[in-house]
């Protein structure tokens, strides 16, 4: 808005408070206060002075929305309560930023979601936090097979743990024979185990693995060991 004083020659001004305002000591200037208010405008020389106050209101675009939500899996809503009249604006900051422009979002990871809502002019702004529920982080949403049998059949011939709610942010597997020996090692989910360690196939067997999950967000992790048979 802009802000009006009167100019005389000889004279200093001065706009007061110093709130979002763009060159207070002009006679005339821009201000874009956040919450309505009065600007008080003093215009001076020697011992002769002019003042003026000026009241901007600042038109508030009425909405309402929930600052945070949890995911587990399945997709949610977001959803922003606002009058008809609104427009609403969202920006996903993902892998690829992206602008829509519609009353609710439906989101399938973790991460946060601007909203920018237009009425009248007027603009406000909010964010979405969404993070993953605290129970989701759990073994029991982890798929980690009892057995494979790499023997050439094309059916369970690797073993590989499933993580179909796509929950997992750092991961860690270890797999031992019965002597202690590690005979695989990865870091990546989606890498499994052919049976094979040195360039030989492992003989029928029971091996132990040791596995770290660290959960999206890295609010939680958990340890989880136990056993697996190779079947040949």
Known sequence: VLLQGTEMDGFTYQWS???????????STYAWP????????????DNCFDTLSQYVAVRKVPFDYSANSEICGLPIVLRVET??????IWTTALESSSVL?????VVSTVGTYYMEVRQFGCSE???????LGEACCSEDNILIPNAFTPNGDLLNE???IKDELNIVQDFEL?????????????????????????????????FDYHLNIGCIGGQK????????????
């Open 174 to 206: 270890n797999i031992f024979n019965r002597w202690g020996q590690k005979v695989f090692y990865t870091q990546d989910k989606k890498e499994p185990w052919d049976g094979y360690f040195k360039g030989e196939l492992q003989p029928s067997s029971v």
């Open 221 to 232: 992790s958990f340890f989880k060991k136990g056993n697996i048979s190779l079947i040949r």
């Open 83 to 88: 009058s008809d009249s609104a427009q609403i």
């Open 101 to 105: 422009e519609q009353d609710t979002l």
């Open 125 to 131: 702004t909010g964010r979405i936090d969404v993070a």
């Open 34 to 45: 956040t919450d309505s208010m009065f600007y008080y405008f003093i215009g001076q020389s």
């Open 17 to 27: 408070p110093n709130v979002a305002i763009a060159n207070p000591s002009e006679s």
């Open 158 to 160: 690797k073993f590989r």
